[in-house]
């Protein structure tokens, strides 16, 4: 049953992300929900499982977004890589360790989506590490909830 709430979670914040947020965001950065809650969801789902969610999460952005096909879904490879160590109870016990590697996620995930669509990073992906940092608690508490 949380697999299922887990389904329906990712594909209303792809949904979401795609076309809610940019309507009501007023800034030229906005939060990447799906990076937070494929991170949050390989934590405690394991490699494989948030592989296949990535690739679901992954086309279907790319569908949303006009993207080229299988660009978000190879962006999203780095972030469930670097949800591994956080999957170590030891380190799950304290938020900020999984904050530091969600921030080193957002980070690779930007700089691979800049080069697969030709275009040179900028100071955006900085910005996008600081407000998923911020948002990030409350989706890994909810998540954590749904365990």
Excluded: C, K
């Amino acid at each position: 049953m949380a697999r299922l709430i887990f389904g329906v979670i990712l594909i209303t914040a792809v949904f979401a992300q795609a076309t809610i947020v940019p309507e009501l965001n007023p800034f030229t950065v906005a939060p990447d929900i799906v990076l937070l809650v494929v991170f949050s969801a390989s934590m405690y789902l394991g490699t494989r499982e948030a592989l296949a969610w990535v690739f679901v999460a992954g086309i279907l952005t790319d569908v949303l977004a006009m993207d080229p096909l299988g660009a978000n879904a190879l962006a999203l490879l780095p972030v469930v890589l670097a949800a591994v160590p956080a999957r170590i109870p030891v380190f799950r016990a304290n938020i900020l360790i999984p904050i530091g590697l969600m921030m080193v996620a957002t980070v690779a995930h930007g700089i691979v989506l800049y080069l697969i669509r030709g275009t040179m990073p900028d100071i955006a992906i900085a910005l996008q590490v600081l407000i998923n940092a911020i948002l990030f608690p409350f989706i890994y508490l909810a998540l954590r909830w749904l365990e």
